[in-house]
T-cell receptor, first 112, second 115 residues
């Protein structure tokens, strides 16, 4: 059974800092991995999707990497801003009926 | 990008009543939609997979008679929480994928409170 872990559960950093959010998964046989952002009481916004054959994806100040063999992914946020404060979730798709398995998320707080 | 719309965003209902939540894919046809439930500070738990024109596939432990799913068209799936109890209070989110695309898009979520 696939399990996704995100540690730590919460992170607080000063504005301007570059930071890395980690995600690990137990079964390396994944179809893709997706990073989401969730604001309090809201739905999920897709940030980056990495296919199993890819090693990284970039969008603006965000860069996500994938190391399938070690079961790890990182989300790099450059020059963090208070508006980046949210919960970041990673999810893996094992290809079985397109179901996603989610981590519990990392709640990020960027202090002005 | 693809947009998934979920309605209502918040609902309060009395115990014993039923509540319907709608999930629409606005600019694409989704043969499959997914319903998740999220508890505070917990990950999203898949409840069921909604298949257009056929019965939904429920995850283990999810009561199909309590959480009725209907996917009558390619752009609409509904989740009805029947005979709601306070323990059904939670955040429910739907998801869909653009055909041929592996990226998942999510609705805004519905905060259900049963009093």
């Amino acid at each position: 059974k696939q399990e996704v872990t995100q540690i730590p559960a919460a992170l607080s950093v000063p504005e301007g800092e570059n930071l890395v959010l980690n995600c690990s998964f137990t079964d390396s046989a994944i179809y893709n991995l997706q990073w989401f952002r969730q604001d309090p009481g809201k739905g999920l916004t897709s940030l980056l999707l990495i296919q199993s054959s890819q090693r990284e994806q970039t969008s603006g100040r965000l860069n996500a990497s994938l190391d399938k063999s070690s079961g790890r992914s990182t989300l790099y946020i450059a020059a963090s801003q208070p508006g980046d404060s949210a919960t970041y979730l990673c999810a893996v798709d094992t290809g079985a009926n397109s179901k996603l398995t989610f981590g519990k998320g990392i709640t990020l707080s960027v202090r002005p | 990008g693809a947009v998934v719309s979920q309605h209502p965003s918040r609902v309060i209902c009395k115990s014993g009543t039923s509540v319907k939540i709608e999930c629409r894919s606005l600019d694409f046809q989704a043969t499959t939609m997914f319903w998740y439930r999220q508890f505070p500070k917990q990950s999203l738990m898949l409840m069921a997979t909604s298949n257009e024109g056929s019965k939904a596939t429920y995850e283990q432990g999810v009561e199909k008679d309590k959480f009725l799913i209907n996917h009558a068209s390619l752009t609409l799936s509904t989740l009805t929480v029947t005979s709601a109890h306070p323990e059904d209070s939670s955040f429910y989110i739907c998801s869909a994928r653009f055909p041929g695309n592996t990226e998942a898009f999510f609705g805004q979520g519905t905060r259900l409170t049963v009093v």
